[in-house]
């Protein structure tokens, strides 16, 4: 597996040239470039803090523990550089490695998807809402309350991928090629899975193999070498965190 430098360009240049007539005149075809997205007015999830909150980067988020009312992170950014539509947002401090990581993966030949992003609150209560009604109370062991969830925080991503046709993945996501690489190598890039096998009694909810939290590179080893679940690392005393 190699992973990509942050240094690594690649540049893709196109000139088709072609000779019309007699004349000897070279034709420049027009190069195909793809539209760039109109962000005259913000994407709708990507829209900007009415309010300044925190920062909230390590923020322990669990069934306990709420963001401040309202919350909404104050750099969120839309991911349509990397594929994905722009109404798909994340904080700009984790594009640069979940970036990275979609790169390293397609190196080892697999294709992620980010399926779900930034949730606002009212987004969050659309998905509960829609979850309790199949599954009453058992809503809440795969979904967050709102105000609760590191969607929310603006730094978690569901990742779906190829093999799996980019749908929804389920806990079926662990045996995929792409669930198997993420386990395997997402703290590399700063990402950590919150919601482990074996760890539900601990977290309060169900194995989710496909929801990864971006805590920082750094943060992302020590929280692996520790074994425990983001949350438990969280809760730390400041003194044995080693932050
Ligand atoms: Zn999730």
């Known amino acids: 597996m190699k992973i990509i430098g942050r240094g690594t360009i690649i540049v893709l240049s ?107 609150m009212a987004r969050q209560t659309q998905i509960l809402n829609q979850v309790k009604k199949i599954k009453g109370d058992k809503a809440y062991e795969s979904v967050a309350i709102p105000g609760h969830s590191e969607h929310q925080l603006g730094l978690a991503v569901d990742i779906s991928g190829a093999s799996l046709k980019y749908s929804l993945p389920t806990k079926t996501f662990e045996l995929s090629p792409e669930g198997k690489w993420l386990e395997a190598n997402s703290y590399k890039y700063g990402f950590i899975e919150s919601y482990p096998k074996g760890k539900e009694s601990i977290t309060g909810y169900i194995y989710e193999p496909w929801h990864y939290r ?30």
């Open 14 to 120: 196109v000139l088709v040239l072609g000779t019309a007539g007699v004349c000897f005149a070279i034709k420049k075809e027009p190069v195909k470039v793809p539209p760039a997205p109109t962000l005259s007015t913000p994407p709708p999830g990507c829209d900007k803090p009415a309010t300044e909150f925190p920062d909230e980067f390590l923020a322990n988020v669990n069934h306990a523990n709420a963001l401040p009312e309202g919350y909404v992170p104050p750099d969120l950014r839309p991911l349509y550089k990397l594929g994905f539509t722009p109404e798909m947002c994340l904080r700009t401090v984790a594009v640069p490695d979940l970036s990275f990581m979609i790169k390293a993966a397609k190196v080892d030949g697999l294709t992620l998807k980010v399926v779900s992003g930034f949730r606002s």
């Open 214 to 243: 971006y805590v920082g590179i750094e943060m992302a080893q020590k929280i692996r070498d520790s074994g425990l679940t983001i949350q438990e690392f969280l809760s730390l005393p400041s003194d044995k965190e080693s932050k």
